[in-house]
């Protein structure tokens, strides 16, 4: 986890650089509305422009890798519903991510109806906490005979990629989320009406946490990463 000089210092790369693109981008400071130039003005003055894009870049960096720390698997929720907002913001994320060949090969079916989420749970292995969370969202792949030329199926790679996605920017959002792979297909499948033609590939739980984050055990980079050749 980030350590407290870790948190005050992205604080104040944060206040600092926003500030000082607010100021240079419109020609007013924010909040103030106090005229301090034209728009472009402080890029004009070189050495401290890119000392000011630095921070920006610092600033980015440090937001972002604390948002991956700061993701977990919720298996607990609050039964405070999620704003429409928010969950816009979430798919859109979703509808962003890379996939092969402009296929866009998805559909998330976004639950919210508490019957239907509590079939679910059953269908998933009578998992309880997916009844309880106020968002269940499946990921469906509408190709799951498409093979890449690679010689791994596109459908998961595409959709777990997007689903990872959607779980960022729920985090990005105060909330969180658990992906689910043990369930039964055909269930799931019939519970929200996908056809045959299509498969759920995943299934994720989406609503403001009951829980507490728990220590991350991962494997170090040593072990799990190698350069130019496998070793």
Same mark, same amino acid.
């Given at each position: 986890m980030?350590?407290?000089?870790?948190? $005050?210092?992205?604080?104040?790369?944060?206040?600092?650089?926003?500030?000082v $693109?607010q100021?240079?981008?419109?020609?007013?400071?924010?909040r %103030?509305? %106090?005229?301090?130039?034209?728009?472009?003005?402080?890029s004009?003055?070189?050495?401290?422009? +890119?000392?000011?894009? %630095? =921070?920006?870049?610092?600033?980015?960096?440090?937001?972002?890798? &604390?948002?991956? %720390?700061?993701?977990?698997?919720?298996?607990s929720?609050?039964?405070?519903?999620v !704003?429409?907002d928010?969950?816009?913001?979430?798919?859109?994320?979703?509808?962003?991510?890379?996939?092969g060949s402009?296929?866009?090969?998805w559909?998330?079916?976004?639950?919210?109806?508490a019957?239907?989420?509590?079939?679910? =749970?059953?269908a998933? @292995?009578?998992?309880?906490?997916?009844?309880?969370?106020?968002?269940?969202?499946?990921g469906?792949?509408?190709?799951? *005979? +498409?093979?890449?030329?690679? *010689?791994?199926?596109?459908?998961?790679?595409?959709? =777990?990629?997007?689903? !990872?996605?959607?779980?960022?920017a729920a985090?990005? !959002?105060?909330?969180?989320?658990c @992906?689910?792979g043990a369930?039964?297909?055909?269930?799931?499948r019939?519970?929200?009406?996908?056809?045959?033609?299509?498969?759920?590939? &995943?299934?994720?739980?989406?609503?403001?946490? =009951?829980?507490?984050? +728990?220590?991350? *055990?991962?494997?170090?980079?040593s !072990?799990?990463?190698?350069?130019?050749r @496998?070793?």
């Amino acid at each position: 986890m980030p350590s407290a000089g870790h948190g $005050s210092g992205m604080r104040v790369i944060d206040a600092v650089a926003a500030f000082v $693109s607010q100021a240079d981008r419109t020609g007013y400071f924010d909040r %103030t509305s %106090t005229w301090c130039g034209p728009p472009g003005w402080l890029s004009s003055i070189g050495p401290a422009a +890119r000392l000011i894009r %630095t =921070a920006y870049k610092m600033r980015f960096i440090m937001d972002f890798l &604390e948002l991956v %720390t700061s993701r977990y698997s919720v298996r607990s929720y609050q039964p405070r519903p999620v !704003e429409q907002d928010r969950l816009d913001r979430i798919l859109e994320a979703a509808r962003l991510a890379p996939f092969g060949s402009n296929r866009q090969p998805w559909k998330f079916v976004v639950v919210r109806d508490a019957e239907i989420r509590r079939r679910l =749970a059953a269908a998933c @292995w009578n998992q309880q906490f997916i009844a309880q969370a106020p968002v269940v969202i499946a990921g469906v792949g509408l190709t799951p *005979d +498409r093979v890449m030329r690679c *010689d791994v199926p596109g459908d998961p790679v595409d959709v =777990a990629i997007a689903m !990872e996605h959607l779980a960022l920017a729920a985090t990005a !959002e105060g909330l969180g989320t658990c @992906w689910i792979g043990a369930f039964h297909q055909d269930q799931v499948r019939e519970v929200l009406g996908v056809p045959e033609s299509a498969k759920v590939i &995943e299934v994720m739980t989406l609503g403001y946490p =009951a829980d507490s984050p +728990r220590p991350k *055990d991962r494997k170090p980079i040593s !072990e799990i990463a190698c350069y130019d050749r @496998w070793q």
